[in-house]
Nanobody, 125 residues
Framework: QVQLVESGGGSVQAGGSLRLSCQASGYTYDNYYIGWFRQAPGKERERVAGVTWLGDESYSDSVKGRFTTSKDYAGNTVVLKMNSLKPEDTAMYYC???????????????????WGQGTQVTVSS
């Protein structure tokens, strides 16, 4: 059974940085996509970043240039580095994994079958 466990997060002042990790276990295949999502109170869930099994990255316009994601193949860990954080980045952050997916572009929402427990990121002004 696939499990995703996030770590990192916390509270930081605007302009600061945080690092989130997503440890994947239970996958029996290598070609899966990991996405990063966030949801603030009263707002819809937003996909902010993701990485294909070959390491191709994608970002939403709201975080492009500030967030980077990368995959550690050996450890089955995906990292989200968040720089120049803004108060509007405050949200619960989740990583999510797909069923087998080999395309080099982000998958539709329906492909994300496995979700982490979430970690809170709070940015104060």
């Amino acid at each position: 059974q696939v499990q995703l466990v996030e770590s990192g997060g916390g509270s930081v002042q605007a302009g600061g940085s945080l690092r989130l990790s997503c440890q994947a276990s239970g996958y029996t295949y290598d070609n899966y996509y990991i996405g990063w999502f966030r949801q603030a109170p009263g707002k819809e869930r937003e996909r902010v970043a993701g990485v294909t099994w070959l390491g191709d990255e994608s970002y939403s316009d709201s975080v492009k240039g500030r967030f980077t994601t990368s995959k550690d193949y050996a450890g089955n860990t995906v990292v989200l580095k968040m720089n120049s954080l803004k108060p509007e980045d405050t949200a619960m952050y989740y990583c999510a994994g797909t069923n087998p997916y080999s395309e080099d572009y982000p998958p539709p929402q329906s492909r994300f079958l496995y979700w982490g427990q979430g970690t809170q990121v709070t940015v104060s002004s």
